[in-house]
């Protein structure tokens, strides 16, 4: 997952890392209001998940309400490589003495963690690393042993920063590291790390990448998620641990397997009907997965049939067979479903179904003659 520099810059301080103070603005009423709050001159800067804001009029210095205004709302109505610009990040604007580049990533080549600093940092440091590579200090980094100050100081030595902010770096990129680590991160990136006029170090953009992966151990991440969906259906289906995208048709899906379930979006289509929702219950279709994926779709009051489509591998049919009868004991479906299991287990499956069978509950032994007979179903009308 990716960070607004705001949310970076925020994820950063956490750790100790200095960021000059700043607020998000929404409108270009805000904007002014954090510009006349923080003091001038002030930095407005377009909230997007791309780089080279700088050189493509993100990022606007102003000296006074009038230009703050302006600057707002020129930059409210910028798109960046696509990206529209929906939120500022004001702050007051830093006077800057350097500009220092300095990241942690991981190169999975080596298998190892990589730092790289340079005194070249700001929006040129695509060029640099081009046309001057070794203007950039490398150094992997074993997790076994992490980074030590030691390990900084030859890294920002080597790299060249200026003698009286040395040993400010080498803070800084312990602290990083830190983040790095223990904040999960799989590329955090200073650029730039500015040195100010009056010898500071403050971080003036952040590009944090959170690793997914470790989400489990961090219940505050939940802050940075996007925005919830506004489909009432794929916010239950979310909550449930479901892979679901709500359609207008009226024939309800659910498949095991992002493929599967594409395919039988396809087939209902291809046989005059229209499809409900996306719905990939995925590899472990148990009855209570089942009976959340029924739940989503008995709550939607488009939905006149239900085709149950899963192919067995390591999902025994047996089991997805059990899970519907289990499920239909726990949901009152609204509509009639189409049941069809092949692979793994299906024979077993078949036996545990047919004394269940009715015009509420149709088996298939294909796809498509399932596809057909759901549509044929929703045409009727139904529930
Ligand atoms: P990017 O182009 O998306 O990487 O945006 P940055 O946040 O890195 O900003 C681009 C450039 O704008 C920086 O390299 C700075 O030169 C300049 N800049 C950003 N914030 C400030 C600030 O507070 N004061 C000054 N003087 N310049 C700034
Ligand atoms: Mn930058």
């Known amino acids: 997952m990716d960070l607004y520099e705001y949310q ?16 998000v603005a929404d409108t270009i009423d805000e904007a002014v209001a954090a510009a006349e709050r923080f003091g001038y001159p002030a930095a407005l800067k377009a909230q997007v998940k ?3 804001r700088g050189k493509a009029g993100g990022v606007r210095l102003v000296a006074d309400r009038a230009e703050a205004a302006e600057a707002a709302s020129r930059l409210f109505r910028l798109a960046i490589r696509g990206h529209r610009v929906e939120r500022l990040w004001i702050e007051s604007a830093s006077r800057i003495a350097a500009e220092y580049y300095v990241s942690l990533t991981l190169d999975r080549e080596a298998r190892l963690h990589l730092a790289m600093v340079s005194a070249r940092g700001g929006v040129d440091i695509e ?11 490398r150094r992997e980094i074993d997790p076994i042993d992490g980074l030590s100050p030691d390990g900084a100081q030859a890294l920002v030595a080597a790299a060249g920063i200026d003698a009286l902010a040395q040993a400010g770096v080498v803070d800084l990129l312990v602290r990083l590291y ?26 003036l953009d952040a590009k944090v990448t959170l690793d997914d992966e470790a989400s489990f151990r961090h219940p505050e991440w939940s802050e940075f998620a996007d925005a919830e969906p506004d489909d009432p259906r794929e916010r239950s289906a979310r909550a449930k641990g479901l892979s679901y995208v709500g359609l207008d048709g009226s024939v309800g899906i659910i498949a095991n397997g992002a493929g599967l379930a594409m395919a039988t979006l396809d087939v209902v289509q291809q046989v005059g009907g229209a499809a409900a929702n996306f719905l990939d219950i995925g590899g472990a279709a148990d009855a209570d997965l089942m009976a959340g994926a029924l739940e989503v779709i008995n709550a939607d009051g488009k939905v006149r049939a239900v085709l149950v489509n899963v192919f067995g591998g390591i999902v025994r049919c047996d089991d997805v067979a059990r899970g519907i009868l289990g499920a239909m004991g726990r949901v009152e479906l609204a509509s009639p479903l189409v049941v069809r299991l092949d692979g793994t287990r299906a024979r077993e499956a078949h036996e545990i179904l047919r004394p269940h069978l009715s015009d509420r509950l149709v088996m298939e032994p294909t796809m498509f003659a399932a596809a057909r007979h759901a549509v044929e179903i929703a045409a009727g009308g139904g529930r």
């Open 178 to 203: 830190r983040c790095y680590v223990e904040g999960d991160a799989d590329l955090v990136e200073i650029n730039p790390l500015v040195l100010t006029a009056s010898g500071d170090l403050c971080a």
């Open 8 to 23: 970076g810059k925020r994820y950063l301080a956490r750790f100790g890392i200095p960021v000059a103070p700043g607020t």
């Open 127 to 137: 060029d640099v690393a081009d046309h001057d590579p070794a203007a950039i200090a």
């Open 50 to 52: 791309v780089g080279g």
